[in-house]
């Protein structure tokens, strides 16, 4: 394997190599890592790099001589990040200054978040970066600019050596970072969904990441493998609900569970991942099966898998034990009898199931918060406690204590909190999304501002705009280099002015490719032309969604549904809140909202001004 970088060295190394010989350097590693040469352009700016950085760097060992053994690294690659590499990497004593070099003059948001966001990652997942400050820097070589924008620090070439000199200012050569062993740093970036998926599948380990070892995903898999390990030793039937906020990982916990018991020695099956999700089923299936593995066998729809074997039939599964994605969603009975013949709710359907079993049965429903957003699914997990009130077996209950409340029906309740996930694994470092997405749709946009603050600090950035052609330029600039990246279009189902400004839904769209595959692909999301739905989107999850806001929802000083939005629900005002909170919650970078130039929408746009969302074409100079 080819080094990760494309040329490192101490300053003084630096200084004294040739400019040409560095220029080598870089294009090698192009070829090496890209397998392409670099076009003329690119070895415009490395050259402009190299000059800035010899100019700054000199000065810089004029002032301080300790600054010659400082560590420099030239186009760093980020493991297991597809390309993504900061142009220059300064170890300054013990700081780490990251700085991007862009040639245009004009400063724009998309620059701003791209350095901020190797900066936060860098500190976040990088083992010899962690405890040490991690400074974003962007250099507009062709402009005079200085000052700091969102928490970046932005210089023109000229002022440069400023900057450095401030930003390593208490750096004592004795707290000089090691590049060598900076260089051999473990990095281990949060994956998403369909990368841990594909990981966990491939019999390789996920990467030791400390968000999601302090979540508590791996507690939670190791419990429900001692209630398998009893259910299986002692007999009995077991329902075990695993909560969480929306992106907190249970859909990585039912997977990794899944894994760990439906594979043995000799592969026999024990275990299936069932979801009503549709779109969620498909792109598992779709991920899974490029990992040497038919994804069909392990991960199935919830309905087809209920029309097999519940209601009247007299069929039983293999598995013993069952994982419900989004158990709250359940089908009620009456949604159940308009889609096939059977008397009685899902939850119910699940529980006699497990009875035809005889001997024991473990159920392990993963819920989350607020998502209910189709027709039937309004009872939430109310259903689960009726189930087991009115079947004959009795039913052991093992939950988080703020939801054990809800089943009095259970033969015994254990309450055991290492079964709630609190902290969010969507967005990186961003727990206070979810806080946030609550406090905007309660209409508390005083307290969504103060939270929008704490994500800014974070590297998340919560966008709105009213021109569709900025947001999908701004995410082309955002992520150029960066072709694992996954942004595209998403919008609510009740299309209403979001399709007359560019979201365009299809009701032929295979969500395994539109969330798997790369740009090359017509089907791919980053070609940003179709959108996705709340349907199509629920459980997944991009780098940075573009959201257009809908005419199903609006603001006058508090949210109202407009007259016959979604007149057939029970609770119209419910579902449209969560088909907000769903697709607001889909982004690991950030979100840019579109609301469409419509007056009935200005209130719309000033309310997520209000909450701390930043006008996406505002830089303030």
Not at 165 to 186: I, P, Y
Not at 518 to 524: L, P, Q, T
């Amino acid at each position: 394997m080819s080094q990760q970088w494309g040329w490192a060295g101490s300053v003084e190394l630096f200084l004294s190599t040739e400019h040409q010989n560095v220029l080598e350097s870089l294009s090698a590693h192009q070829l090496a890592s890209m397998g392409d040469h670099p076009g003329q352009s690119q070895m415009v700016a490395w050259g402009d790099e190299i000059r800035v950085m010899r100019d700054v760097l000199g000065v810089m060992v004029g002032d301080r001589l300790e600054a010659s053994g400082w560590g420099l690294v030239l186009e760093y690659e980020l493991p297991r990040e597809g390309g993504r590499r900061p142009d220059v990497v300064l170890l300054a004593g013990d700081c780490v200054l990251v700085l991007e070099f862009k040639g245009s003059p004009i400063l724009s948001r998309a620059a701003l978040d791209q350095v901020d966001a190797y900066a936060r990652d860098l500190s976040e997942y990088h083992s010899a970066s962690h405890g040490h400050p991690v400074v974003p820097i962007l250099v507009l070589v062709n402009s005079d600019h200085f000052g700091e924008h969102y928490g970046v620090r932005v210089t023109g070439g000229l002022r440069l050596a400023e900057v450095v000199s401030a930003e390593s200012a208490g750096a004592e050569t004795g707290q000089q970072l090691d590049l060598s062993k900076w260089l051999a740093g473990e990095y281990a970036p949060l994956p998403s969904l369909v990368q841990a998926a594909r990981t966990i599948f491939s019999h390789e380990p996920l990467p030791q990441i400390r968000r999601a070892e302090s979540s508590g995903v791996g507690e939670a898999v190791d419990y429900l493998r001692e209630i398998a390990a009893q259910a299986s030793r002692d007999g009995g039937m077991h329902l075990a609900l695993v909560a969480g906020v929306p992106g907190a990982g249970k859909t990585l916990v039912g997977l990794r569970f899944v894994y760990e018991t439906h594979f043995d020695l000799d592969e026999t099956q024990d275990a299936v991942f069932l979801s009503g999700n549709g779109p969620l089923v498909q792109v598992l299936q779709h991920t899974l099966s490029g990992s040497g593995r038919e994804g069909k066998t392990f991960v199935r729809d919830v309905h087809a898998f209920l029309k097999s074997y519940g209601g009247s039939s007299k069929r039983s599964p293999n598995e013993h034990m069952w994982v419900y994605d989004e158990a709250q969603r359940a089908w009620d009975e009456d949604k159940v009898r308009e889609k096939r013949p059977s008397g009685f709710s899902e939850p119910e359907d699940f529980l006699r199931v497990g009875q035809k079993l005889g001997d024991w049965a473990l159920m392990v429903g993963l819920i989350g918060e607020g998502q209910e957003i189709h027709v039937g699914e309004e009872s939430g997990l109310t259903q689960w406690n009726d189930a087991i009130r009115d079947v004959d077996v009795p039913w052991v209950v093992h939950c988080p204590s703020r939801v054990g409340k809800l089943f009095p029906a259970a033969s015994e309740l254990r309450l055991e909190d290492v079964l709630d996930l609190s902290v969010t694994l969507r967005s990186h470092k961003a727990d206070q999304l979810s806080d946030w997405v609550a406090a905007l749709l309660d209409g508390d946009l005083s307290g969504a501002q103060k939270l929008a603050e704490e994500l800014k600090q974070v590297a998340f950035a919560p966008l709105v705009t009213r021109d569709v052609g900025a947001a999908k330029a701004y995410a082309t600039a955002r992520y150029a280099g960066a072709p694992e990246a996954r942004y595209g279009l998403m919008m609510s189902s009740q299309r209403k002015w979001a399709s007359g400004v560019g979201f365009l839904d299809d009701f032929y769209l295979k969500p395994g490719p539109w969330f798997g595959d790369g740009e090359e692909s017509f089907a791919s999301c980053r070609r940003m032309e179709k959108a996705v739905t709340e349907f199509q989107c629920q459980g997944l999850e991009l780098d940075l969604p573009i959201i257009g806001w809908g005419g199903d929802l609006l603001w006058d000083g508090a949210w109202y549904i407009p007259d016959g939005v979604r007149k057939r629900l029970q609770r119209p005002d419910q579902i449209t809140l969560n088909v907000y909170r769903v697709l607001l919650t889909r982004g690991r970078d950030g979100f840019v909202v579109v609301v469409p130039p419509r007056i009935e929408l200005d209130g719309v746009f000033e309310a997520l001004l209000a909450a701390g969302c930043d006008a996406l074409e505002q830089v303030e100079l």
